[in-house]
């Protein structure tokens, strides 16, 4: 069983389009976040969820907006896409705040 | 939160030691040093962890030296299924870590 899964693992859409990326992880982990992979490889946190609670909230439009309607899932819906939201983005998990992380496998979203 | 600064890239052939040094001058008292390892179109994985001397798990060491402004992260006889990107993390394993910066990495290619 994959620990963090997350769909779809690939998403190519139009701008101005509405999408969806679900996580769940069956870790039974408290904490999960989104993290966006740019095409220059860096990593950046996005959002964080403990106990369903929004935690951190970085620099992020507010065209993207987390859902986690239980602790097992954290879901990213991006309203009106854009050409940079291009990238890869990836779910991840930890048993508390500030443990170890475990991360899906991404899903890349291209946007044309 | 502490900046590191890591080599972008490293060569290395089968069967060799490598070692990936990680520069954090700004490290807090609290701070932890992780390491995480990143194959293409994978999530990053969690390698080591430590916060002074020595750790070593299954898979590598972590040296730390007493002034803690850099880390080196050792895998013994590395294989070509090394061959990905290791990153360097520092941060508490608190409500900090939540924020935990991913730099660019140290690209490893390993060769037969």
């Known amino acids: 069983d994959t620990a963090v899964s997350q769909t779809p693992k690939y998403l190519v859409t139009q701008m101005g389009n509405d999408k969806s990326i679900k996580c769940e992880q069956n870790?039974?982990?408290?904490?999960m976040y989104w993290y966006k992979q740019d095409s220059k490889k860096f990593l950046k946190i996005m959002f964080s969820?403990?106990?369903?609670?929004?935690?951190i909230n970085e620099t992020v439009p507010n065209r993207f907006s987390p859902k986690s309607p239980d602790k097992a899932h954290l879901n990213l819906h991006i309203n009106s896409l854009e050409l940079g939201d291009s990238a890869v983005y990836f779910c991840?998990?930890?048993?508390?705040?500030?443990?170890?992380?475990?991360f899906g496998s991404g899903t890349q979203l291209s946007v044309l | 939160l502490a900046k590191t600064t890591q080599p972008i890239s490293m060569d290395s052939y089968e069967g060799q030691e490598v070692n990936i040094t990680c520069s954090h001058n700004?490290?807090?008292?609290?701070?932890?040093i992780t390491w995480y390892q990143q194959f293409p179109s994978q999530g990053p994985r969690f390698i080591i962890q430590?916060?002074?001397t020595k750790v070593t798990n299954e898979v590598a060491s972590l040296f730390i030296p007493a002034d803690r402004k850099s880390s080196t992260l050792s895998l013994p006889r590395v294989s070509l299924s090394d061959t990905a990107v290791y990153y360097c993390?520092?941060?508490?394993?608190?409500?900090?870590?939540?924020?935990?910066?991913f730099g660019t990495g140290t690209r490893l290619q390993v060769f037969p």
């Open positions: 991840a998990s930890s048993q508390d705040r500030g443990e170890k992380l475990f």
């Open positions: 870790l039974g982990h408290d904490t």
């Open positions: 969820y403990n106990n369903k609670e929004l935690i």
């Open positions: 700004n490290i807090a008292t609290n701070d932890y």
């Open positions: 430590g916060y002074k």
């Open positions: 993390l520092v941060g508490q394993l608190s409500y900090n870590t939540d924020k935990l910066i």
